[in-house]
């Protein structure tokens, strides 16, 4: 069989490719790495995982939400299981990110080139072989994408804005921090054509499945712990954004306080991660105050807003500290538990490269945020990618002002858009140098 041949027979059968090109990468990685990854965030789905398989959740912690300890509850919490079904979901996400690229009207042989390339980045691989939400949170915000186009560009049915609907409440469930997307989503359907008559619409609709979603997490946690909130841990999320002035809150909570900057400085002077301090303060913290996880939340809540309300301008420069690692790149893996030898090195050779790439596709993405947001004031016309430009934007300031930590995981669902809305905008270009259009005709 020529090479033209086999060309053909790939770009025609794109699914079969995109489907035969993931189970391939996956076998050669599990030949490389047969390990499933567990990080310190897996232990808290496990123990969820454990007692949703004993139907029993009167000892829920509250710590984390549902979404991703079903998944783990449906492989019976055997982790090569749920590695087998991670792999599943990523081929998947791969042909959905196919069929979006369709309905921006590439053409099918760019499609495919891009989406096989996206697919193939190392660290996605190998966050499928991790007990961590990743995976499953990339395939939700696939199919919510892939959904919200129909809507804004082919057909708003009751049947597209249900399946939205479920698609962002189910996202909920992964993270609660994603509440605001389908606030986002109706925001921006409503500036679409904007007219007054129509701020209330039927695309509303799609927030009720995410209320329902938050709500039922928040009661969950006040049968169990007497606080109506989406989390337990919601006050170390707090006293996390204080790190960097821990010491600048108020004598009141100086038990607190003490303990705090002094982990602080310890990590610090080993060099570890810095946003992590308040878990590795968090011990003692039991310790010296004699509180329980849900009483030490609570007071940890209040040191960080009293805290942050008194040093605003200290807040401002962690908002900016935290919005600036969502734009940087992470891989989760056990460096030392590859199959062969070299092998890791061989893998962390190419993880570099596929870093290096990733930060020049987030630096570009940042310059062209302020310039689709001035073509859509002055056309005033919604774009896919505007669309996209909001989507990453919210998410990356969201993050920032909520949380810091692991910010550069927030970023991960979001990396397929933003090569995608590069490809959008610099479409001229690209087609001048691989003389081809890379949209329909």
Same mark, same amino acid.
């Given at each position: 069989m020529t090479f033209k041949n086999i060309k053909k027979s790939l770009t025609g059968r794109p699914i079969t490719t995109i489907v035969l090109f993931g189970i391939l990468v996956r076998l050669l990685l599990v030949a490389l790495y047969w390990h499933v990854t567990i990080f310190p965030d897996s232990s808290d789905y496990i123990q969820l995982s454990e007692q949703l398989i004993k139907l029993d959740l009167t000892e829920h912690n509250g710590i984390r939400t549902l979404g991703y300890p079903l998944l783990l509850f449906l492989a019976n919490n055997y982790f090569p299981t749920v590695v087998f079904i991670q792999f599943i979901i990523g081929i998947i996400t791969s042909i959905y990110l196919y069929k979006i690229m369709?309905?921006?009207?590439?053409? /099918?042989?760019?499609?495919?080139?891009?989406?096989?390339?996206?697919?193939?980045?190392?660290?996605?691989?190998?966050?499928?072989?991790?007990?961590?939400?990743?995976?499953?949170?990339?395939?939700?915000?696939?199919?919510?994408?892939?959904?919200?186009?129909k809507i804004f560009?082919? /057909?708003?049915?009751?049947k597209h804005l249900l399946i939205l609907g479920f698609l962002l409440g189910y996202l909920v469930l992964i993270k609660p921090f994603y509440v605001f997307l389908p606030f986002l989503i109706y925001g921006l359907y409503t500036l679409k054509d904007f007219r007054f008559n129509r701020i209330i619409n039927r695309t509303m609709i799609i927030l009720v499945f995410p209320i329902i979603a938050l709500l039922s997490c928040c009661y969950m946690n006040y049968i169990n712990s007497g606080k109506f909130v989406s989390t337990s841990i919601y006050g170390f999320y707090s006293a996390q954004n204080c790190v960097y002035y821990a010491e600048k809150g108020p004598e009141e909570y100086s038990d607190i306080i003490n303990v705090y900057v002094k982990h602080r400085e310890e990590v610090i002077k080993n060099e570890e991660d810095v946003a992590m301090t308040i878990w590795s303060a +968090?011990?003692?913290?039991?310790? +010296?105050?004699?509180?329980?996880?849900?009483?030490?939340?609570d007071r940890l809540n209040d040191y960080g807003k009293t805290t942050i309300i008194q040093n605003p301008l200290n807040y401002f420069k962690q908002v900016l500290l935290s919005w600036r690692e969502f734009w940087k790149n992470s891989i989760y893996?056990?460096?030392?538990?590859?199959?062969?030898?070299?092998?890791? /090195?061989?893998?962390?050779?190419?993880?570099?490269?596929?870093?290096?790439?990733?930060?020049?596709?987030?630096?570009?993405?940042?310059?062209?945020?302020?310039?689709?947001l001035f073509l859509y004031i002055k056309n005033r016309k919604m774009t896919p990618e505007f669309i996209i430009v909001v989507?990453?934007?919210a998410t990356s300031l969201m993050q920032a002002l909520v949380t810091f930590g692991t910010n550069s995981r927030y970023s991960y669902p979001f990396e397929f858009l933003m090569v995608i809305a590069l490809l959008l905008t610099f479409r001229p270009f690209i087609e001048k140098i691989i003389k081809q259009p890379l949209l329909k005709t």
């Open positions: 369709l309905l921006l009207n590439f053409r /099918k042989n760019i499609a495919l080139i891009v989406t096989l390339i996206v697919s193939s980045f190392i660290h996605s691989l190998f966050y499928e072989t991790n007990i961590l939400t990743e995976t499953l949170t990339l395939f939700f915000i696939a199919l919510i994408f892939y959904t919200t186009l560009f082919y /057909k708003n049915t009751w +968090k011990e003692e913290m039991h310790e +010296k105050t004699g509180l329980n996880l849900i009483e030490l939340s893996w056990s460096y030392e538990s590859f199959n062969f030898k070299y092998a890791n /090195k061989a893998c962390i050779a190419v993880w570099y490269l596929d870093s290096f790439i990733l930060q020049i596709v987030k630096i570009l993405f940042l310059l062209i945020i302020p310039y689709h989507f990453v934007f």
